[in-house]
């Protein structure tokens, strides 16, 4: 089993910064990778950003340069800086964590964590 722990996130203004953070314990695959959704009220979970433990990085169109995903594989911790928000990035952030051994794939979810964003 896998535990993540997420932290950060909040209420901001249109235009400003905030960041969240997951860290993973327990049964870490060397193999896997971390990442965030959100769910907005409404709508489907969808993907934000996505790193693997080899430091390759998805993103969301909707996000491109102005998110940015990081992690410290020693830390087991995933980290995402959001800055140029918009209203619509309002959601609840939730961290995943997918891990790969022997050809089985394995899924984890944090809590969430709500990200508001005032106009």
């Known amino acids: 089993q896998v535990q993540l722990v997420e932290s950060g996130g909040g209420l901001v203004q249109a235009g400003g910064s905030l960041s969240v953070s997951c860290a993973a314990s327990?049964?870490?695959?060397?193999?896997?990778?971390m990442g965030w959704y959100r769910q907005a009220p409404g709508k489907q979970r969808e993907l934000v950003a996505s790193?693997?433990?080899?430091?390759?990085?998805n993103y969301a169109d909707s996000v491109k340069g102005r998110f940015t995903i990081s992690r410290d594989n020693a830390k087991n911790t995933v980290y995402l800086q959001m800055n140029s928000l918009k209203p619509e990035d309002t959601a609840v952030y939730y961290c995943?964590?997918?891990?790969?051994?022997?050809?089985?794939?394995?899924?984890?979810w944090g809590q969430g964590t709500q990200v508001n964003v005032s106009s």
């Open positions: 995943n964590y997918v891990g790969r051994r022997y050809g089985f794939k394995y899924d984890y």
């Open positions: 327990g049964s870490i695959f060397s193999i896997n990778a």
């Open positions: 790193i693997t433990s080899g430091g390759i990085t």
